[in-house]
């Protein structure tokens, strides 16, 4: 995907952008508008539908790469603005900051089909500073012999932080893997369990 304005200071095109997008929503032809936002994790990339938060990403996962998903998956129409995304952003900073505990930012969860959205919507129910396993989370979904696609689900969640699987950690007590990094998982129940305590 290519940012037209890419080349030129952020000064001169954050206006024009802002016009553009204004006028993109109006016409109804902004399908999709995505953003960045400075985390102590890394740059996260942050889209949008008219319907909701429909992804957050980690560097990690190739902001470049994911947008093309999202012009593939849903629209080709995707648009850098902060229309709809500027309180999002507000909410995960807060959430950083150890003042939010949970989102109340719209979701759209078109990216997620079956048994894997059941798994996402019920990402919701794991508290703030705590954990469930994926056989918990398994059963939880009411497919408690379906453990592994409960991975799978959380693997390929569109949005982590808000929903929150890395909240769900193997039986053993380790944290398992992370579609941000295992570091990002470790730092997240770390700051959860952190702000818990105080």
């Given at each position: 995907m290519t940012d037209l304005f890419a080349d030129l200071p952020a000064e001169a095109t954050g206006p024009l952008r802002a016009r553009l997008?204004?006028?993109?929503?109006?016409?109804?032809?902004?399908?999709?508008a995505y953003r960045t936002l400075d985390s102590p994790l890394g740059s996260l990339l942050l889209a949008a539908t008219p319907a909701g938060l429909v992804t957050i990403a980690y560097a990690v996962q190739d902001h470049?790469?994911?947008?093309?998903?999202?012009?593939?998956?849903?629209?080709?129409?995707?648009?850098?603005?902060?229309?709809?995304?500027?309180?999002?952003?507000?909410?995960?900073?807060?959430?950083?900051?150890?003042?939010?505990?949970?989102?109340?930012?719209?979701?759209?969860?078109?990216l997620a089909r079956g048994f894997r959205r059941t798994v996402l919507q019920h990402l919701r129910q794991?508290?703030?500073?705590?954990?469930?396993?994926?056989?918990?989370?398994?059963?939880a979904a009411?497919?408690?012999?379906?453990?592994?696609?409960?991975?799978?689900?959380?693997a390929t969640n569109p949005l982590p932080i808000v929903l929150p699987c890395h909240r769900v950690i193997r039986s053993d007590g380790s944290p398992g893997h992370y579609v941000g990094g295992d570091a990002a998982k470790t730092a997240l129940l770390a700051l959860e369990t952190s702000q818990e305590t105080r």
């Open positions: 997008a204004a006028a993109a929503a109006q016409r109804g032809l902004l399908d999709v470049d790469a994911v947008l093309a998903s999202l012009a593939t998956r849903i629209s080709p129409r995707v648009i850098r603005t902060g229309l709809g995304l500027d309180e999002t952003a507000r909410q995960i900073d807060e959430y950083f900051a150890g003042r939010r505990h949970t989102f109340d930012t719209p979701i759209d969860l078109q794991v508290g703030y500073g705590t954990t469930t396993s994926y056989a918990g989370l398994a059963a009411g497919s408690p012999n379906a453990v592994r696609a409960v991975g799978t689900a959380c």
